[in-house]
């Protein structure tokens, strides 16, 4: 049941693709933009419904139905339907051994999981961050997987969101490698999405190593890469693909926002197409537009839970908080809060240890010694290698003595200085590279690298024979990884994905999973009610 509803919810999230495309007059036909719109359609249908219903078997089944009879009505108008089908049927048959997992994030179980199974079982109460810290910053990644709690499966699809965001990442990566349009006029965008679809499967090839981090990370790349096609691209000012992308873009950054607060630090990326005559005026035509509500309700439905879960509009920052609400924890416990994550990032906590004095520690680079001896030895300096290692394989592979005869365009100096100014908050606040670390170095480093290439002179069909050649290498060894991965699950677990394709309940212990849940769900029965616009709603204090 897990493959056959993997496919099933794939074509609804297409499907929702497709008519939010159509409200919004997005002339967009590929199955990886769709997906991207659909699962931005379904987050805020799933916020706006949690507040008032639970999200049980009836309701998704509903839905999910809907998703489908709409791709279905639609179909016809997407354009080279073979290709897209023979492009998803490629990507979305791999991603089968990616899904197949018996230990998920070890965030899962603490917050993840619990998050979502409240969500089918209540409707959303207020102050739900009271019962955990992972509550207080509701990611959109929870209220999508509550819509895959389905008949026969249960609460076994709350996990595959990360794919579909990934599968999904994968088909506008391939769409963007092969488009000889975009050869012609501007070949870093091929090269970049060439390069970050090798990356995208050979270092988050991992399902239990993605939680909302990820995800978030691999939207950053898909921004960027569109922002810069944008910047680059000096047709007609108001043509129709330049306004495509644009929506597109606009949404997929809001979404970018949803998954996780300290994805925020990209909202200024709007701000960069002001610079460029040629985007100014696409921009300000967006606002008031439906394009613009849409991502509106977005934000605004990613502030709006994160208040009612903690009493603040942005957690952990402390500004942004209201002392008066009943559901308020305390100014202290934020900042503890604060300094935890930072302490966390820093190298300053580990599941073994713990500094003595935490506020000495993360001050004026006290943290740095240790930092480099216990994560930049050995999870930095692994990470660099491989990057470096794979920029070495594409100049190696695209490297010509000729240059191209096509003046490059490097209008994207004030985006890679954005990069650099986001690099150095990372750096000197939560330097983890799952605290926004992968993207920013990979950016820094990949941007250069094609940008340097795409001033060669590549012909077209060599281009297209040697990134086959990648993309198939790419290929076998995410299947080689995976499948080494669900060996070692079979042996230290006995999990077998051929006779039951259920994760297994690994977290703390063989019932953790249960039993804090109950202990939450419990917990959330035993607070009072009171009536909001005539229904009653749970509080916790």
């Not at 497709?18 to 002339?27: A, F, H, Q, R, Y």
């Not at 950053?220 to 691209?233: A, D, E, G, K, S």
Request: aromatic share 22%.
């Amino acid at each position: 049941m897990l493959f056959l509803y993997f496919y099933l919810i794939s074509f609804s999230l297409i499907g929702y693709g497709l008519l939010t495309s159509k409200i919004l007059k997005i002339n967009i036909s590929d199955f990886g933009s769709l997906g991207i719109l659909g699962i931005s359609f379904i987050a805020i249908i799933s916020y706006s419904t949690s507040l008032f219903i639970k999200h049980d078997y009836l309701f998704n089944s509903l839905l999910i139905i809907l998703g489908m009879l709409l791709f279905f009505l639609f179909l016809k108008k997407i354009k080279n339907i073979k290709k897209e089908f023979y492009n998803y049927f490629i990507i979305f048959s791999i991603l089968v051994v990616f899904i197949a997992v018996a230990k998920n994030h070890d965030d899962f179980p603490y917050y993840h999981f619990p998050y979502i199974s409240i969500l089918t079982e209540f409707s959303h109460p207020i102050g739900l961050g009271q019962l955990n810290n992972g509550f207080r910053n509701p990611s959109s990644i929870f209220f999508i997987s509550s819509i895959f709690y389905l008949p026969k499966i249960s609460f076994y699809l709350f996990h595959i969101t990360t794919a579909f965001i990934l599968g999904f990442a994968n088909l506008i990566l391939l769409k963007n490698i092969f488009d000889k349009k975009i050869f012609k006029k501007s070949k870093l965008i091929n090269l970049l999405s060439l390069i970050f679809f090798v990356f995208f499967n050979i270092f988050f090839y991992r399902l239990a190593e993605h939680g909302t981090d990820r995800s978030g990370q691999i939207l950053v790349i898909i921004c960027i890469i569109y922002l810069l096609y944008l910047i680059t691209n000096f047709s007609d000012i108001l043509d129709q693909k330049n306004k495509d992308v644009m929506k597109f873009f606009s949404i997929s950054l809001c979404l970018l926002i949803s998954i996780k607060p300290f994805f925020l630090i990209y909202f200024p990326l709007f701000i960069i197409f002001l610079f460029y005559e040629h985007t100014r005026k696409i921009f300000i035509n967006l606002f008031f537009s439906k394009t613009f509500i849409f991502c509106l309700l977005l934000i605004f439905f990613t502030i709006f839970y994160t208040f009612i879960n903690s009493g603040c509009l942005i957690f952990p920052a402390t500004i942004t908080c209201f002392e008066k609400m009943s559901w308020f924890t305390s100014l202290d416990n934020i900042r503890d809060v604060r300094i935890w994550y930072e302490l966390w990032s820093k190298g300053g906590a580990t599941p073994l240890f713990v500094v003595d004095n935490r506020i000495e520690y993360i001050s004026n680079f006290n943290w740095l010694p240790n930092w480099i001896d216990v994560y930049f030895f050995n999870k930095v300096s692994d990470f660099l290698l491989g990057l470096f290692f794979l920029s070495l394989v594409f100049i190696i592979s695209f490297f010509s003595k000729k240059n191209s005869h096509v003046l490059p365009n490097n209008k994207y100096l004030i985006l890679y200085i954005f990069l650099i100014i986001c690099f150095i908050e990372w750096f000197i606040n939560h330097p983890s590279l799952r605290y926004g670390g992968y993207h920013l170095v990979a950016l820094l480093i990949f941007i250069p690298v094609c940008s340097f290439l795409s001033k060669k002179e590549i012909d077209f069909n060599k281009f297209f024979k040697k990134a086959s050649y990648l993309i198939i290498i790419t290929i076998i060894v995410f299947l080689g990884r995976n499948i080494s991965r669900i060996n070692k699950e079979y042996t230290n677990y006995k999990y077998n994905p051929l006779k039951n394709t259920n994760y297994m309940f690994i977290g703390g212990d063989k019932n953790f999973y249960f039993r804090y849940n109950e202990h939450i769900q419990k917990y959330i029965q035993d607070n009072s009610k009171v009536n909001i616009l005539g229904k009653k709603k749970i509080i916790i204090k």
